[in-house]
């Protein structure tokens, strides 16, 4: 990784790392971010009802070669997971630490960035947003 791509990482786990507290908006930075960079590997599942107006969001999804990474809401707390995947099967789930899910797809997300221009434009809209 490159000297400016290692900054940019430490600002994207900063930034993200500032509203962990705030966990609906959290999830809703998260699921937009990740939704329009790489939509066909991330899930939002979110609360519905038949009247609800709530729209809040119950987990993310992020899928990567052989990995996966969940993060839920959960009674206003986070579940973070780590998921090891082979052939759409889950074979081993660890929890993991928020810091570290958050590194971890950031890492992941900086890899796909060098191959995928949607990937990239995705890192520099959390930059500049």
């Known amino acids: 990784m490159a000297e400016s791509e290692g900054?940019?990482?430490?600002?994207?786990?900063?930034?993200i790392r500032d509203i962990r507290h705030d966990v609906p908006l959290l999830l809703s930075v998260l699921?937009?971010?990740?939704?329009?960079?790489?939509?066909?590997?991330?899930?939002?599942?979110?609360h519905s009802g038949l009247f609800s107006r709530d729209n809040s969001i119950n987990s993310i999804t992020?899928?990567?070669?052989?990995?996966r990474y969940?993060?839920?809401?959960?009674?206003?707390?986070?579940e973070t997971l780590?998921?090891?995947v082979v052939h759409d099967v889950v074979l081993k789930t660890d929890a993991i630490n928020f810091d570290d899910w958050i590194e971890e797809?950031?890492?992941?997300?900086?890899?796909e960035s060098d191959q995928n221009e949607n990937v990239?434009?995705?890192?520099?809209?959390?930059l500049t947003s």
């Open 120 to 126: 990239r434009n995705m890192l520099d809209r959390f």
């Open 105 to 111: 797809v950031l890492r992941h997300l900086m890899q």
């Open 31 to 46: 699921a937009k971010k990740l939704e329009t960079g790489l939509p066909d590997r991330v899930r939002v599942a979110r």
């Open 82 to 84: 780590r998921q090891k």
């Open 7 to 15: 900054m940019s990482f430490e600002i994207l786990a900063a930034g």
């Open 70 to 78: 969940v993060i839920k809401h959960k009674a206003g707390r986070l």
């Open 62 to 67: 992020v899928d990567f070669e052989n990995v």
